[in-house]
């Protein structure tokens, strides 16, 4: 089982609409969770980063840690064309000094 | 809003040539990161660095690589004889924290493009 699982999609989605983005993971030891969002040719962007299980909200971003699951997930609201990116789920152990990245979700928000 | 600087932003080299990719990360961040994306596969640690030192490196970081950070502004990523394989994005970050761990994550560099021919 790898570490770290994302669907690669493609999704595509219309304008407007929401987008639910889940990565699974197996090791029980992560405690960071970090969603970003890279772009084509792009260095990864940091969008949402969260502590432990529970919710975060950010503008139109939340993001949902299920510790007992295992499963994070990246909710975006009112998704626009903007937001058409590859989606990469990354996780550090508490005191890691690396994040273990997910595949990455490749997302495409149709005007 | 602060960058992390990264250069060249794509560099062709033929096999066995050693290659030097460069970063200037954020000013007041003190731990630095090399990752690397093959073309269609996920970002991949290579090599964390703090205080002058290889802090954590991953079984790919082999003696083929090796970083420093020769002044007080440039981090670089040597790699010396060169495979095909090796072609991939290269990204640098930094952070304020170890591991990124405070509200602000990494900050990645845009990257840079090696091709290895």
């Known amino acids: 089982q790898k570490e770290v699982e994302q669907d690669p999609g493609p999704l595509s989605v219309p304008e407007g609409a929401i987008v639910s983005l889940n990565c699974t993971y197996s090791?029980?030891?992560?405690?960071?969770f970090m969603w970003y969002r890279q772009y084509s040719r792009k260095g990864p962007e940091l969008l949402m980063y969260?502590?432990?299980?529970g919710n975060k909200e950010d503008g139109r971003f939340t993001a949902q840690v299920d510790k007992s699951s295992k499963y994070i997930s990246l909710f975006i609201r009112d998704s626009q064309p903007s937001d058409s990116a590859t989606y990469l789920c990354?996780?550090?152990?508490?005191?890691?000094?690396?994040?273990?990245f997910g595949p990455g979700t490749r997302l495409s928000v149709l005007p | 809003e602060p960058e992390v600087t990264q250069t060249p932003s794509h560099q062709v080299t033929q096999m066995g040539q050693e290659v030097i990719l460069r970063c200037v990360p954020i000013?007041?961040?003190?731990?630095f990161y090399w990752y690397r994306q093959i073309l269609g596969q996920k970002v991949e640690f290579l090599v964390s660095?703090?205080?002058?030192?290889?802090?954590?490196k991953s079984e790919i970081f082999d003696d083929q690589f090796s970083v420093e950070r020769p002044d007080g502004s440039n981090f670089t990523l040597k790699i010396r004889s060169t495979k095909l394989e090796d072609s991939a994005m290269y990204f640098c970050?930094?952070?304020?924290?170890?591991?990124?761990?405070?509200?602000?994550?990494?900050?990645f560099g845009s990257g840079t493009r090696l091709t290895v021919v």
């Open positions: 970050a930094s952070s304020e924290e170890v591991g990124g761990q405070g509200d602000y994550g990494y900050t």
């Open positions: 660095f703090y205080n002058n030192e290889i802090s954590e």
């Open positions: 000013s007041n961040h003190l731990y």
């Open positions: 969260t502590y432990s299980s």
């Open positions: 990354a996780m550090s152990a508490l005191g890691g000094q690396n994040f273990v």
């Open positions: 090791n029980s030891a992560f405690q960071y």
